[in-house]
């Protein structure tokens, strides 16, 4: 239950972000400048911080979307359903670890 | 002879390890309150009492006007479905020393459906979900004279839905039928599985197209607490599975 409540979650999350994102994104097509500043004010860390949420929040859903569709497809789905949750929860940690070193070193540390 | 039968029925008793239990129950009378409030009991029970004879030590000896259905008490006929710390279970197949008997034990009633008194809710709206789904053997052209027979292969295909006791305890389980009561719930569609795999029957279409209501199996979001709910053990998120692909692939 706990992984469709936090698939549900994740998903509202997503949906929002895609709202800024099409918006932020279809700039470029009004005036490349207004784009440059809109993308300058996300290089803040409060905005980085956010984008490790995103980015949890996206691999979680896809990983647990792959889950859904093998319970659903596969015939053995059902059966195997709390392996395949540790598998997403598992596949996410080792995914996530790397990427908030990197992408944390370069919210902070400044390097690009 | 008989002192050595009166001291060999006698040592058990003395060998078991009685404890206090809280039990805590969610009452309802709508008589008295239209409010729902918590009570707690304190009984002497032993550890592999079950939380049905905890229930009956309140009702007999502490407080008559607890209300809760039960019949066999042995978990076959499905009567005494209810939350035990917070999870759907049959009173009388769970054991005080398997949920926790040192802290306070709850007992609520089933969720999703109209509560009655106490721990009695309405099965109405669950029974007629089952019903609507035409639980029942439907059949084309002359009787025949002898039984109908079935290979082993085809009653194993439906044999883990025909386990079912009608306990409510997958449908009031599931997060879905909470919200939406019109949703036919995890056992409606149990209840289909079991006629739409069995080979001698011959109404499979029918169910088929009314489990693909709104309503139907596509309501089902995999949340799996319907087949952790089952005291019989039914894969019943499975069985949801199953007549999702027959519709897919049924042409």
């Known amino acids: 239950m706990w992984s469709w409540v936090a698939h549900r979650i994740t998903g509202v999350t997503l949906f929002f972000f895609l709202f ?8 470029v ?8 500043t809109a993308v300058e004010t996300y290089k803040n860390p409060i905005v980085g911080i956010m984008e490790v949420g995103l980015v949890a929040a996206f691999l979680f859903h896809g990983l ?3 889950r859904v569709i093998l319970v ?25 670890i790397p990427f908030v070193i990197r992408h944390l070193s370069n919210v902070f540390g400044g390097g690009h | 002879m008989s002192t050595a039968t009166t001291e060999a029925g006698a040592a058990p008793a003395t060998s078991t390890t009685t404890m206090t239990v809280t039990v805590k129950i969610l009452r309802y009378n709508p008589e008295v309150s239209e409010e729902q409030h918590w009570e707690s009991y304190q009984v002497t029970a032993e550890p592999t009492d ?84 035409m639980p029942f053997l439907i059949t084309t052209g002359n009787e ?5 027979l079935q290979s082993q292969k085809d009653r194993d295909r439906f044999d883990d ?24 719930g995890p056992q ?21 197209e009314i489990l693909n209501d709104q309503e139907g199996v596509w309501r089902c979001r995999t949340t799996f607490n319907c087949t952790e709910a089952c005291p019989r053990g039914i894969e019943v998120t499975k069985a949801i599975q199953e007549v999702k692909r027959a519709l897919i692939f049924r042409r």
């Not at chain 1, 097509?29 to 440059?36: G, K, W």
């Not at chain 2, 025949?144 to 109908?148: F, I, N, Q």
Request: net charge positive.
């Open chain 1, 20 to 27: 800024a994102h099409v918006i932020d994104t279809s700039m």
């Open chain 1, 29 to 36: 097509r009004v005036s490349p400048e207004a784009y440059n």
């Open chain 1, 64 to 66: 647990n979307g792959i």
């Open chain 1, 72 to 96: 659903d497809f596969w015939s053995k789905g059902p059966r195997f359903q709390k392996q395949m949750t540790y598998g997403v929860l598992g596949i996410w940690v080792v995914l996530m």
């Open chain 2, 50 to 133: 079950r939380v049905l004879d905890a229930l009956h030590k309140v009702k007999w000896d502490l407080d008559g006007s607890l209300t809760f259905r039960r019949s066999c008490a042995h978990g076959v006929c499905g009567s005494d479905a209810m939350r035990i710390n917070g999870k759907n279970r049959l009173a009388c197949k769970t054991l005080l020393k398997d949920v926790n008997p040192s802290e306070p034990i709850t007992v609520e009633p089933i969720k999703g459906l109209p509560v009655l008194k106490d721990l009695v809710v309405d099965m109405e709206p669950f029974f007629a979900a089952y019903r609507s789904v």
């Open chain 2, 144 to 148: 025949p004279t002898r039984e109908r």
């Open chain 2, 161 to 184: 839905t025909t386990k079912c006791i009608l306990c409510a305890a997958c449908t009031t389980s599931c997060p879905v039928y909470w919200t939406d009561g019109q949703y036919f």
């Open chain 2, 188 to 208: 409606a569609i149990v209840g289909a599985h079991r006629f739409i795999f069995d080979s001698r029957d011959e109404g499979t279409d029918q169910r088929l």
